[in-house]
């Protein structure tokens, strides 16, 4: 057994993502089928909770929706650059002894986030998007931030979240990660439903004040 968040649009407001810990069996082993069997079996557990429709947003996903939604697949467009969102944000961070580095912008999202000097460059400070700096705290603000701009960018896909009561994404352990692309998504039907989407990807005072309710 095994147990995994599912992130629910939260419509009332702040704050505006709910987690619910669901416990499911999981079917161990990196082949995709096992990771498709541990997601249906997550769903079906979240389902007996009354927690359904839901979409898996990763590369194991079983709908091409879900698997173009990936961090690794989802593209944004900045400056005339197109760059998938694992790009935007592994090539943005800033250590004590390097970095940004940009040069990670165009390369394979999988060659971004295995880059070694994201591993010694020393102490991880901030991060900086082609010119523009953001703090590490809140801790998910910037990726968060980069999935909801390339959302807004791609109608086509983030069109297809409204059809899903939540989001989950299976290679999401909260015991070893921050960032998750499912969270990122909900944290988006939100935000549109509250006519603040826009807002917080052009205003980033704003945004912060709005996800730490300081507004």
């Not at 009354?50 to 900045?78: D, H, R, T, W, Y």
């Amino acid at each position: 057994m095994a147990k995994r968040p599912i992130f629910i649009p939260n419509l009332k407001g702040f704050p505006f993502v709910k987690e619910s810990l669901i416990e499911f069996k999981w079917h161990p082993g990196f082949a995709k089928v096992q990771a498709q069997k541990s997601i249906a079996s997550l769903h079906e557990a979240a389902a007996e909770a009354k927690i359904a429709p839901i979409l898996e947003i990763s590369s194991k996903s079983n709908q091409e929706v879900g698997v173009s939604l990936s961090a690794f697949n989802l593209k944004m467009i900045k400056n005339e650059k197109s760059l998938s969102v694992e790009c935007a944000y592994q090539g943005s961070k800033v250590f004590a002894n390097g970095g940004p580095f940009s040069d990670l912008y165009s390369v394979s999202s999988k060659e971004a986030k295995t880059d070694e000097r994201l591993r010694s460059s020393g102490k991880f400070v901030s991060y900086e998007f082609f010119g523009e700096s953001f703090l590490i705290n809140p801790v998910t603000a910037f990726y968060d931030w980069l999935y909801l701009t390339a959302l807004s960018q791609n109608p086509s896909l983030s069109n297809q979240l409204f059809d899903f009561k939540a989001f989950s994404d299976i290679a999401f352990n909260p015991k070893k990660s921050l960032n998750c692309q499912a969270r990122a998504a909900a944290l988006f039907v939100s935000l549109c439903h509250h006519n603040e989407i826009d807002r917080v990807i052009e205003d980033k005072s704003y945004y912060i004040d709005l996800i730490t309710n300081n507004n």
